[in-house]
């Protein structure tokens, strides 16, 4: 291979693509599922709508600094995208409210494979085996989901949703709004 003065810089557009990609690769998975019949395009002003009061399943998703942290993210992002918010009485078109969920999963770090040894002479101690695999961990995964509902009907409009593992990180302001940003994105009427 023969590299000339430019080196490896000959074709940018090429490293420039791949880096895009690799970049794309490494953005959360989000999901959206979507009411066929309902009418986004005339929505123009929304309120939040409080979830309601639940037993609390885990202190860290279900508190008043995380539904800040949501409230304030999901208004910023909503007034950027051109919505107005209102109060909930000021007749809104759309009402948006958030959910939490955790869950554990268990996360392998690849294939796993054994070797072993037999011992074929008289009198010795036979098969002995060596289980070589993958280390086995067990994480906690946690669900932000936000939900678009009719104001007049009440009813569930649009949610969209990400799933990222769970750590101190997560419940920072910015990455608040970076899950609700990176959802909000798959809102299929944007101002």
């Known amino acids: 291979m023969n590299i000339d003065s430019k080196g490896l810089f000959r074709y940018p557009l090429t490293y420039l693509l ?5 970049l794309v690769g490494c953005s959360p998975r989000v999901y959206t599922e979507q009411d ?3 009418k986004l395009q005339g929505y123009h002003r929304f309120a939040w709508l409080t979830p309601p009061p639940v037993p609390v399943r885990d202190p860290i998703l279900d508190s008043q600094i995380l539904e ?7 208004s910023s992002d909503l007034k950027a995208r051109g919505y107005e918010e209102v109060a ?3 007749n809104p078109d759309f009402l948006v409210t958030y959910h939490t969920s955790a869950k554990q999963t268990l996360q392998s770090t690849g294939p796993s494979f054994s070797f072993g040894f037999i011992d074929a002479f008289p009198g010795g101690f036979g098969t002995v085996g060596f289980p070589v695999g993958p280390e086995v961990q067990s994480r906690d995964e946690g669900t932000l989901m936000l939900d678009v509902l009719d104001a007049q009907s009440k009813r569930l409009v649009w949610r969209g949703w990400t799933t990222e593992l769970l750590n101190q990180d997560n419940y920072s302001d910015k990455s608040v709004q970076d899950a609700v940003k990176d959802i909000f994105d798959k809102l299929p009427v944007q101002h």
């Open 68 to 74: 800040s942290r949501v409230h304030h993210a999901v």
């Open 36 to 38: 066929q019949d309902a």
């Open 88 to 90: 909930p009485d000021a």
């Open 18 to 22: 791949l880096a895009a990609a690799l």
